[in-house]
């Protein structure tokens, strides 16, 4: 079955610089959620979108913007990269009100 | 979203059931009790959920007490693949607001 395909898997980028990074949702989920999580820590939330506008909104940054497109797809921009954002980003997406499929989510590394 | 408690960490034998306890005293009655899981580095899992009555699934059972109060997810014949922090969460299902994953419970099985 298909899953929740996000890229890249890796990423190395140096302080003040700009990372996009992509989510692919299930086929035939509307809903798309991005969370992050920092060495040792818990899954925090970012964002949620649904049907392609903005749903919920967790502790994202000023400096991070996210948005879903027609097809889908989300994606999360995160510019004047910080030491303290290198971190696991998961995205998840879902049909509304159904539970959440992770996918296997971007290791962000900021030198 | 309503606050959960869970023990830091357990121990369980290879083949034994695993009991992972929840204490969520505040949940409110429309809010559904959800279990996932996080294999190291890994996506988190769905696992189960629940509104009142027990509920049980290929990986897991569910036990809510009759007050709401608390739960206990319980893994019947835990593998050494089960080893991993198992987070509960009240959510009140609806829309596509994001989960707040709290301190979970890190689960070893012990071989």
């Known amino acids: 079955a298909a899953g929740v395909i996000q890229s890249p898997r890796h990423l190395i980028k140096e302080k003040r610089e700009t990372a996009t990074l992509k989510c692919y949702p299930i086929p035939r989920h509307d809903t798309v959620y991005w969370y992050q999580q920092g060495p040792g820590q818990d899954p925090q939330f970012l964002i949620s979108?649904?049907?392609?506008?903005?749903?919920d909104k967790g502790s994202i940054p000023d400096r991070f913007s996210a948005q879903q497109f027609s097809d889908y797809h989300s994606e999360l921009n995160m510019s004047s990269l910080e030491l303290g954002d290198s971190a696991l980003y998961f995205c998840?997406?879902?049909?509304?009100?159904?539970?959440?499929?992770f996918g296997s989510g971007t290791q962000l590394s900021v030198l | 979203d309503a606050k959960t408690t869970q023990p830091t960490s357990m121990d369980c034998a290879e083949g034994r059931a695993a009991n992972l306890p929840c204490n969520h005293s505040t949940i409110s009655g429309n809010e559904y009790v959800y279990w996932y899981r996080q294999i190291h580095s890994q996506g988190p899992q769905y696992i189960i959920h629940?509104?009142?009555n027990n509920e049980t699934n290929e990986m897991a059972s569910l036990i809510i007490t009759e007050d709401r109060k608390s739960s206990t997810l319980i893994l019947p014949h835990a593998t050494l693949r089960d080893t991993a922090v198992y987070y509960c969460?009240?959510?009140?299902?609806?829309?596509?607001?994001?989960?707040?994953f709290g301190k979970g419970t890190h689960l070893i099985i012990q071989p």
């Open positions: 998840a997406s879902s049909s509304l009100n159904e539970k959440l499929f």
């Open positions: 629940g509104l009142k």
């Open positions: 969460i009240g959510d009140s299902g609806g829309g596509a607001d994001g989960l707040t």
């Open positions: 979108f649904y049907e392609k506008m903005q749903s």
